[in-house]
């Protein structure tokens, strides 16, 4: 502050010493001392401050890898990106908050994944359209981790559209179907690229007043099913062979097909040798 002080002083003192020679010496006292004004230091202006981070993107920066990916559930975290086990992330910031405060309001397409790209183990996709209006294709990669799809689209009466799921099942890790289409009144997409269901013990509920549905279902393997209680009921679109399903673990197979009324195949095949409840 003291220097500061001094500079200012000694640039007025030069001021006022030129103003005096011009009146007294003419232009040639004034040229000498408008010389020493500028050979006089000026103060150092300090460097600007560097720009700020860019915003996220994909591959750079990530948050924590704790994504849920419930879109209807409190869970849910908005501007969250799950980082790869290959360094990159997955933007999730297009995807919109959705918690018991504000049911049924997401409808926007999901963001494309990396290639090669594997959730965490944590993650979670049960409920994830849960009376939900979406209606957008579904294309989600590394579900190797996830055990769980009951309810996925339960109630999503709008959604008709493609739906793939890698890697789920593919470790054996997928034990549950619980009404994973149930309630879904529109949708009739094969199901070829839903996952590997060797492992699933539960397809209870499965396709519950899936109203619509009736494509082939060849691509579920039931070979450790425990239970198909109500598998098919009020599926009323739903006619296609299930002839190969294995069913030798199946306990109860209790209103499977209860009001699936259009249904007319040959059942006469399975193997129930363990059922304790083929009621309904």
Not at 187 to 210: H, K, W
Not at 247 to 272: C, E, H, L, P
Request: glycine fraction near 10%.
């Amino acid at each position: 502050m003291l220097h500061a002080l001094s500079g200012f002083a000694l640039l007025a003192s030069a001021a006022a010493a030129a103003v005096g020679v011009v009146g007294a010496g003419g232009a040639g006292g004034a040229a000498h001392h408008a010389r020493l004004l500028s050979e006089i230091p000026m103060a150092v202006t300090p460097p600007l401050p560097p720009p700020p981070p860019p915003p996220h993107q994909a591959g750079l920066l990530c948050p924590p890898n704790t994504l849920h990916l419930n879109l209807n559930n409190d869970q849910m975290l908005a501007a969250r990106a799950v980082k790869h086990k290959g360094g990159e992330c997955w933007d999730m910031s297009g995807v919109a908050v959705m918690n018991g405060d504000t049911p049924g309001l997401f409808n926007r397409q999901l963001p494309t994944a990396p290639v090669g790209f594997e959730l965490p183990s944590d993650t979670i996709i049960d409920y994830m359209f849960y009376h939900s209006p979406f209606d957008q294709q579904v294309v989600l990669t590394g579900l190797g981790t996830v055990q769980t799809t009951a309810s996925m689209f339960d109630g999503a009466s709008a959604f008709n559209s493609r739906l793939s799921l890698g890697g789920l099942g593919s470790t054996g890790n997928w034990k549950n179907a619980d009404g994973m289409f149930q309630r879904t009144t529109s949708f009739n997409q094969p199901i070829d690229a839903i996952g590997d269901t060797q492992a699933v013990s539960t397809f209870e509920r499965m396709f519950y007043l899936a109203e619509s549905f009736n494509r082939p279902v060849t691509a579920l393997p039931t070979t450790s099913a425990t239970t198909m209680n109500s598998m098919f009921m009020l599926a009323s679109a739903f006619n296609q062979p299930v002839d190969h399903f294995v069913t030798g673990n199946v306990k109860t197979f209790f209103s499977m097909f209860d009001s699936a009324g259009r249904f007319n195949q040959a059942v006469g095949g399975w193997d129930v040798s363990s059922a304790n409840d083929m009621s309904g």
